[in-house]
C-alpha cells in the first residue's frame, strides 16, 4: 500500500487520482496537505465534496452547487446551455485547474458522468473534466451512494468518466485513527466480510460495557428523530442558567442558507449550559481540538463555554468561522462557537469524524457500510458501549468487496509505474505542473504525458 509522503508526491505530478482506503486512513489529512501546497503555489483548486457535512473538513461547498447540477443526475443539452448563462458558474469552473471531490463514492455514476459534461462545455474543451485534475477521494465500504426511487445506484466506477480518465489509484492503509489490535481485527473482518462468530463475539463484549471517562459517551443512533429527542432530553435534565449563542453570517444570502443548513455542523442556535456535553465540529490543531474532540463545559470566560475534554485538555470554545471561498475571495460565511450538543448524533453525521468515546445503537442499523461507519469512528474497543446489534451492522457491500480488490491491484500498478520515474524527472515535471497551472493560464491544459 502507498505511503502519504508517495501519494502527496504523485498528486504534485497533475495525475487524476482516486484517493482510498480505510476510515482512519489520513484521507482528509492528505486532501488538506494537497489544497495547502495548491495555493502557495497559486494554483486555482476548486474544494467540493458529496455532502455538506464532507465539505466542511475541507472548507468547501457541495459538488452539486459547484457545478450547478443541483439534485439532477441527468441533463439535456439546452439544460447544460442554460447553466452557462450563470456568470458565477462560468467564473469558477473555467477558472480551476484542479478539482477534488470528497466523500465522492456517495456519487452516482450517472451524477459524476454529468459533472463531466458541465466541465467539458463550460471549458470548451473535451478531454475529461474539461482537462482539470481531480482529485476522487472515498471508501466503497463507508456509506453507498444516495439513490431515490429510480435514481442510478451504481459505483462511480462505472461511469463514463472514469474509464476515460486515466486514474491512478492511491491506496492508504495506514492507520491514524486506531492503534487497539483487537479492534483493528474487528474493523478489518467486516471490511473483508469475514465478520463471523469471532467478531460478533468481541463486539458482544462491549454491550452495555461502562467506558472509563469523565464525561458521557457520545450515542450513535441510525436515526435522526432517536438523536434530536436524546439531546433535547438531556439538556433539559441540566438545572442552571441557559446560555444561548446566535450564529452571525455575511456574504450572498443563498451561500449562506447553504452554509447553515448543510455545510456548518454548529447548529444556528447554540443553547447550553454548564455540564452540559459537547463536541467540537471544527478542525483547530492550534488549540488542540478537532472536528469530533468530545467534551464537558465546566464554566464560562467571559460569554464563552469552556471546555474540559476527554483526555483532560481545558479550552475556552471561541467562535470559529465556516466559509465558501472562490478565487481567494469569501463568498459567505458564518460564525459560531464551534460545539454542538453531543450526547447523541446519527451515524450519517459521524462520517468523517474521529471519536474517542461513544456509545452505539447498532439495533436498527438498515445499511450497508452502516456499522463499519459507527464502530469506525472510535479509535479503540475501550472507547465503545454497544447498546445492540443487528446482523445488517456486520454487512458492507458485496460489490464494495469486488471492487476493493481490484483497486488494491491497480495502486500496487500505478505504484511501481511512479517509483520507476527517476528523481531529476520527478522534480522537473512537477515543477512543469506548477507553472503551466498558475492563475491566469486559464486555457491552458495539463502538458502532454503528466496526467
Not at 42 to 50: N, R
Not at 71 to 87: A, P, Y
Not at 247 to 264: H, P, V
Request: charged share 30%; net charge positive.
Amino acid at each position: 500500500m502507498m505511503k502519504q509522503e508517495t501519494v502527496l508526491e504523485m498528486l504534485k505530478l497533475g495525475y487524476n487520482i482516486f484517493l482510498t482506503g480505510p476510515a482512519g486512513s489520513g484521507k482528509t489529512f492528505l486532501l488538506n496537505k494537497y489544497i495547502n501546497y495548491l495555493k502557495k503555489g497559486d494554483i486555482e483548486v476548486s474544494i467540493t465534496a458529496s455532502t455538506g457535512i464532507a465539505a466542511t473538513h475541507l472548507n468547501g461547498r457541495t459538488i452539486h452547487s459547484w457545478s450547478g447540477i443541483g439534485i439532477s443526475e441527468e441533463m439535456t443539452e439546452k439544460q447544460i446551455k442554460n447553466l452557462k448563462e450563470k456568470d458565477i458558474l462560468v467564473s469558477r469552473i473555467i477558472s480551476a485547474k484542479v478539482l477534488i471531490i470528497d466523500e465522492v463514492s456517495m456519487l452516482n455514476a450517472k451524477r459524476l458522468d454529468l459533472i463531466d459534461r458541465v466541465c467539458q462545455a463550460f471549458r470548451q474543451d473535451f478531454r475529461p473534466f474539461g482537462g482539470m485534475q481531480v482529485v476522487l477521494c472515498g471508501d466503497f465500504f463507508q456509506l453507498p451512494p444516495v439513490a431515490r426511487g429510480a435514481e442510478d445506484k451504481r459505483f462511480i466506477t462505472e461511469s463514463e468518466v472514469w474509464k476515460n480518465s486515466d486514474i491512478k489509484i492511491c491506496y492508504l492503509e495506514e492507520q491514524y485513527r486506531q492503534d487497539d489490535e483487537k479492534f483493528l481485527k474487528v474493523l478489518n473482518a467486516i471490511r473483508n466480510n469475514s465478520a463471523g462468530k469471532e467478531t460478533y463475539e468481541e463486539l458482544q463484549k462491549r454491550i452495555n460495557k461502562k467506558i472509563k471517562s469523565k464525561i458521557k459517551p457520545t450515542k450513535l443512533h441510525t436515526h435522526k428523530v432517536d438523536v434530536d429527542s436524546y439531546n433535547n432530553f438531556e439538556l433539559e435534565k441540566i438545572k442552571g442558567k441557559e446560555s444561548v449563542h446566535m450564529m452571525k453570517s455575511e456574504g450572498n444570502d443563498f451561500l449562506i442558507k447553504n452554509l447553515k443548513d448543510t455545510y456548518c455542523l454548529a447548529p444556528e442556535t447554540l443553547k447550553l449550559k454548564v455540564d452540559a456535553v459537547v463536541m467540537f465540529v471544527k478542525n483547530n490543531f492550534a488549540k488542540k481540538y478537532v472536528n469530533g474532540t468530545i467534551g464537558k463545559v465546566i464554566a464560562y470566560d467571559d460569554t464563552y463555554p469552556v471546555i474540559e475534554t476527554f483526555s483532560g485538555d481545558i479550552i475556552t470554545a471561541y467562535p470559529e468561522r465556516w466559509m465558501i471561498e472562490e478565487g481567494g475571495e469569501v463568498l459567505a460565511s458564518v460564525d459560531q462557537v464551534p460545539l454542538r450538543l453531543a450526547w447523541a448524533i446519527t451515524v450519517h453525521k459521524s462520517q468523517g469524524m474521529s471519536l474517542d468515546c461513544a456509545e452505539i445503537d447498532l439495533s436498527k442499523t438498515f445499511e450497508y457500510g452502516m456499522g463499519y461507519v459507527a464502530l469506525s469512528r472510535v479509535r479503540s474497543l475501550a472507547g465503545i458501549k454497544l447498546i445492540g446489534i443487528n446482523e445488517m451492522a456486520l454487512k458492507v457491500n458485496e460489490k464494495a468487496i469486488i471492487l476493493d480488490k481490484e483497486l488494491i491491484q491497480k495502486s500496487k500498478h500505478d505504484l511501481a509505474a511512479f517509483m520507476s520515474i527517476k528523481r531529476k524527472e520527478l522534480k522537473e515535471n512537477q515543477k512543469k505542473f506548477l507553472k503551466i497551472n498558475k492563475k491566469g493560464n486559464i486555457y491552458e491544459g495539463l502538458l502532454s504525458g503528466l496526467g
